[in-house]
């Protein structure tokens, strides 16, 4: 697996580090004890496309949001996590 | 057909043309008392017991693919029950003890080998921790006996005691624990449940649960529609594909995990090395090639391989703690998914639908666990409670606060 950072280009995956599931969003703190225990533990856990924060540790040290195939491996899109994807927080 | 000597010397009369088949090829009946999803260790283990130890009529088991092709067959075969927790440490040791006995037990050589196995330990601070789970091992019944640095030379000769990087201190060792052979344990439970009456049904694929006002009632298959009164999971890496057919989502990540084994060597290493510190641990078969292993590739992945890096950097941890083994040349690599849990223990319970069960969360280490999951599972299934070890196994335990989580990791499952 190679991933192209949009800020250093393609770059062997040994530089980066997967943090996992960039789907799920904080919730509100009102939001009780239900949907802090789905956004710690419960995680959808697809067999396909994922879209995932990555770290370029190795590299430019900034987050990044994969979207990946987990049957395959194949990447189809690589954006910087603070274009206001995500959880954001 | 029992095996023994006898059976042996007539088959060998016969020129070994007349064994009977070791379990039956039959298609499903429409429907059992208690369908198992997953024909690898634990679900095959479950439906023996289920069968043998309880008393719930008929029993099937679905594989979808060839039986014993999953992580059972592809895992590194370490037995141990060196676990610090308390809701951890009870269920292992059970697990370990029936090992004791499961040869015997199923009248087939699972080739359990009591050889050992040493984790290393490089500083003051894992030595401490090292100790005390030690110490929490002979208080629940266990072996455990601290090495020196002597003690490490003594065993384990060939590791490089002297290691820039990580010097070696010492090392804990389990002496009960060791290796067996993967697919014997898959093949003498298979052959075991069958003999019991459990249909076990290769190349039948679970792809939909029937479910009405909360209940099960079967499964859709690619053989068709098989009616249950109980449904028991134990499909490892796939367990969150059928729990999305109920329409809930587990505590659960898919990680792929890769081993390695080497050419065939004369006798070079007569325990199990752990090199913590290094994602690195190393075993030889009975066949004389170097078992290898290491940590998670490290990303969600339902592929059965993995990535060059992960290759790279076991193969350099191995040189590091044994520097011989640089000239060694691997044959084959493969890799196996993962059933990663969030605080990297497994789970063994009830599920909001009424008679769904599922036995899921192995991380890496569910090979040692086959025979207890089995037998805590069927108790489950048989009995709506859970076994006694196994009560800390629960899956409400996210919600309510209670995680094992040995290596204090916290809700990442990567990282277990
Ligand atoms: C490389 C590697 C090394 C390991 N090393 C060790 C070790 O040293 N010690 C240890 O204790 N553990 C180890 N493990 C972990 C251990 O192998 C697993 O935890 C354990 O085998 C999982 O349980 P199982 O045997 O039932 O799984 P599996 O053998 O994977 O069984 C699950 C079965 O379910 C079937 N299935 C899935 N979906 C469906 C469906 N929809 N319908 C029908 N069937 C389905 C699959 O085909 C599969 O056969 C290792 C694993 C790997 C991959
Ligand atoms: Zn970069």
Known sequence: MRIHCPHCGLRSI???????????????????????????????????????????????????????????????????????????? | MNYSIFSLVRQALKGHKDWPKVWRRILPEPKYDVVIIGGGGHGLATAYYLATKHNVGRVAVLEKSWLGGGNIGRN????????????????????????EGLTQELNYNVMFSQRGIINLFHSDAQRDAFVRRGNSMLLHGADAVLLD????????????????????????MQPRGGTARHDAVAWGYAR?????????????????????????QGVETNLGFIGAEKLGVAVAGNSSDISRMAQFDLPIESHVLQAFVS????PFIDTVVTFGAGHFYISQSDKGGLVLGGDLDGYN?????????????????????????????????????????????????MTPVNGLYFNTGWCYGGFKATPASGWCFAHLIANDASHEVATGLRLDRFRTGRMIDESGHGAQPNLH
């Open chain 2, 192 to 216: 075991g449940a069958d003999m019991a009456g459990v249909d076990i049904i290769q190349n039948c694929e679970v792809t939909g649960l029937r479910i009405t006002n909360g209940t099960i």
């Open chain 2, 263 to 266: 050419e065939g060597l004369k």
């Open chain 2, 149 to 172: 640095r002597d003690g490490v030379k003594r065993h384990a000769p060939m590791v490089d005691l002297d290691n820039a990087r990580f010097p070696v201190m010492g090392g804990l």
């Open chain 2, 76 to 99: 590194t075969t370490i037995v141990r029950s060196n676990y610090l927790l308390a809701g951890n440490e009870p269920f292992y040791e059970f697990s370990l003890k029936l090992w």
């Open chain 1, 14 to 89: 040994e530089e980066f580090t997967c943090l996992g599931d960039a789907t799920i969003a904080r919730p509100d703190p009102s939001g009780g004890e239900e949907a802090f225990y789905h956004y710690v533990y419960v995680r959808e856990n697809p067999k396909g496309r994922h879209r995932e924060y990555w770290h370029h540790g190795g590299g430019c040290r900034s987050w990044l949001i994969v979207e990946r195939d987990t049957a395959t491996h194949e990447i189809s899109s690589v954006e910087a996590a603070d274009a206001g994807h995500g959880d954001g927080s």
């Open chain 2, 301 to 349: 992945s339902y592929a059965r391989r993995g990535n060059l890096p992960t290759v790279e950097h076991v193969m350099e941890c191995g040189v590091a703690m044994i520097p011989r083994l640089k000239r060694l040349r691997v044959l084959r690599s493969w890799g196996g998914i993962m059933d990663m849990s969030m605080d990297g223990s497994p789970i063994i319970d």
